[in-house]
Nanobody, 121 residues
């Protein structure tokens, strides 16, 4: 099983915070990028934030200043700290891992099943 596993979603009031976690499979021996995407009802999946091995972070404009991505490489884990949440942040959040299951294969994208974040009063 190489599918990443997300956790931490739930219902939160506007202005609240949530922390999402993503654990990549130990079968993925090389990880280049870990990131978070989201898909709201009726919309396309979009990048929220990503973090490379060398520490380069990339954020969607909507996430800048409110969300923070981090990684614990030893645990193959990525986190998304979300603060000042808004109703428009409501979506299914997916973890993406770009890596490979051997040291010689090309990189592939592995997706989690997603975790639902609902921001509502």
């Amino acid at each position: 099983q190489v599918q990443p596993v997300e956790s931490g979603g739930g219902l939160v009031q506007p202005g609240g915070s949530l922390r999402l976690s993503c654990v990549a499979s130990e079968s993925i021996v090389r990880i280049n990028v870990m990131g978070w995407y989201r898909q709201a009802p009726g919309k396309e999946r979009e990048l929220v934030a990503s973090l490379t091995n060398d520490g380069s972070a990339n954020y969607a404009d909507s996430a800048k200043g409110r969300f923070s991505i981090s990684r614990e490489n030893a645990k193959n884990t990525a986190y998304l700290q979300m603060n000042s949440l808004k109703p428009e942040d409501t979506a299914v959040y997916y973890c993406n891992v770009r890596g490979s299951t051997s040291w010689f294969d090309t990189m592939s994208d592995y997706w989690g099943k997603g975790t639902l974040v609902t921001v509502s009063s």
